[in-house]
């Protein structure tokens, strides 16, 4: 399986405090994007990185992209009860000409009041 | 940024029978992709939508149990079809603009196959 796998699979913190979540992939990849899924409805698009890119910061989100260990981590400061989701990385491949997004295994994070 | 309509959001349905799940994106897309997502679990590929050409099917998915048309594009549909208990799950779509490389997605189809 192309799959990336994500670490830890569930994460629970309280309110205030940084969660940071870990997604290793297989393949060379054109970018990373992480998103964001609450109570298993659509995803929502956070942050994406370039495969040149080693750090991305957009509000409290931290991106991070290691490519010579194919490993990308996601860091969520000052975290809030709203954040509880679980969280995905995706990874964009294109194979013989065709694009397509694989996504990881995913993070569930919930953060207590 | 693109708007992604889905529907049906939420179907039971009885085994033996097939659902068509529409997705309509507000603006003209390159790409659209169907997903399956089961209880828990996260998100698996199961086709790229081609606009006026037979779709292409990821490993482990076929055709006939999943039909998938693509007339323009702006607009999906997914079949699935000869349900079973197994199919139960959400079923995404998602579209990629042109030029872009952000993935927008629908809201999801629950599907329960009883």
């Known amino acids: 399986s192309q799959q990336g796998e994500e670490d830890p699979q569930a994460l629970s913190i309280q309110e205030g405090e940084n969660a940071t979540m870990n997604c290793s992939y297989k393949?060379?990849?054109?970018?990373l994007q992480w998103y964001r899924q609450n109570s298993g409805r659509g995803l929502v698009h956070l942050i994406l990185?370039?495969?040149?890119?080693r750090e991305k910061h957009s509000g409290r989100l931290r991106v991070t992209l290691d490519t010579s260990k194919k490993s990308s981590s996601l860091l969520i400061t000052a975290s809030r009860a709203a954040d509880t989701a679980s969280y995905f990385c995706?990874?964009?491949?294109?194979?013989?000409?065709?694009?397509?997004?694989?996504f990881g295994t995913g993070t569930r994070l919930k953060v207590l009041a | 940024s693109a708007v992604i309509s889905q529907k049906p959001s939420r179907d039971i349905c009885q085994r033996g029978t097939s659902l068509t799940i529409q997705c309509q994106v507000d603006?003209?897309?390159?790409?659209m992709f169907w997903y399956r997502q089961q209880p828990g679990q996260s998100l698996t590929l199961i086709a790229t939508?081609?606009?006026?050409?037979?779709?292409?099917?990821e490993s482990g998915f076929v055709i006939d149990k999943f039909p998938i048309s693509r007339p323009n594009l702006t607009f999906s549909t997914l079949t699935v079809s000869n349900m079973s208990p197994e199919d139960s799950s959400i079923y995404l779509c998602?579209?990629?603009?042109?030029?872009?490389?952000?993935?927008?997605f629908g809201q999801g189809t629950r599907l329960t196959v009883v």
């Open positions: 998602s579209a990629r603009g042109q030029g872009g490389t952000e993935a927008f």
């Open positions: 393949t060379s990849i054109n970018n």
């Open positions: 990185i370039r495969s040149n890119e």
């Open positions: 995706a990874t964009d491949l294109t194979t013989s000409g065709t694009y397509k997004y694989i």
């Open positions: 603006s003209q897309v390159t790409m």
């Open positions: 939508a081609n606009q006026g050409s037979e779709a292409t099917y």
